[in-house]
């Protein structure tokens, strides 16, 4: 194991990564470190250090490979959630099948992401992450954060399909996006964007698409000089 627990004065959430390849580790390590909100408290290579780690350390979140020297990542899921500890866990690996997918979900993983991926599919789900836990600490929800939160979204007419999101987008990112409009009532891409924990061009593209899809509305608000700001909106339905 490596790394040590975050100070007092940290805002970050801590981050635990599990991997038996130390290069494949290093590298989810050095993303971590790289994305805004997060910070990597150590690497465990065996599902008995990973136990460990999450005893001694107390991360906010596990990154957990199915594939473990020992035990399986589903194991280590399955000690943690029985010894009464919460902690979230994004599993990360190359297992594709349905019923370690479907033992990762029942077990309470928070996510799912299958190897290989680029380096912004996992800050998505890192920022996806945050802003789950960001909705949950809000004191309250309506009914459109609760189906975000729940992974579900209201069923489109048949005769209107929605538009599959462009290259780039993912569609839980969207209804982190969605969730963050709905929450605070209205945004700028720039406010978005940091409630988010993306950037401010990506944040513009989702908004923009979910525009286009009539799922948002705008208001524009003049200032005293310079082009109007977009304030985005849940549309009335």
């Known amino acids: 194991m490596t790394g040590g627990p975050l100070t007092p004065g940290d805002r970050a959430f801590g981050v635990l990564v599990v991997d ?24 465990a ?43 979230g866990v994004i599993m990360i690996t190359a297992a594709r099948e349905l019923d370690t997918v479907s033992a990762a979900l029942h077990g309470g993983a928070a996510d ?19 802003a789950r836990v ?29 538009k599959p999101l462009p290259k780039g987008l993912s569609a839980e990112t969207g209804k982190v996006v969605l969730a963050a409009v709905g929450e605070h009532g209205e945004l700028s891409a720039t406010e978005c964007a940091d409630l988010v924990g993306v950037s401010r061009v990506s944040a513009r593209r989702y908004l923009e698409y979910y525009l286009e899809q009539g799922e948002l509305a705008i208001r524009l608000q ?15 339905r």
């Open 134 to 162: 960001s909705a949950l600490e809000a004191g309250s929800a309506d009914q459109s954060l609760v189906d975000s939160l729940f992974g579900s979204t209201p069923a489109a007419p048949a005769h209107e399909p929605q």
């Open 45 to 87: 290579r065996t599902g008995a250090e990973a136990l460990t780690a999450v005893r001694d350390l107390h991360p906010d979140l596990v990154l957990l490979d199915v594939y473990l020297p020992d035990l399986t990542g589903l194991e280590v899921l399955r000690r943690l959630r029985a010894a009464g500890n919460s902690v």
């Open 20 to 43: 038996d390849d130390f290069m494949v580790a290093d590298i989810h390590r050095r993303v971590v470190d790289k994305t805004p909100g997060f910070r990597a408290l150590g690497v």
């Open 222 to 236: 003049y200032g005293r000089a310079g082009r109007p700001e977009r304030r985005y909106r849940t549309a009335a």
């Open 112 to 130: 799912y992401l299958i190897k290989p991926f680029e380096f912004a599919a996992l800050q998505e789900k890192l920022a996806a992450f945050a």
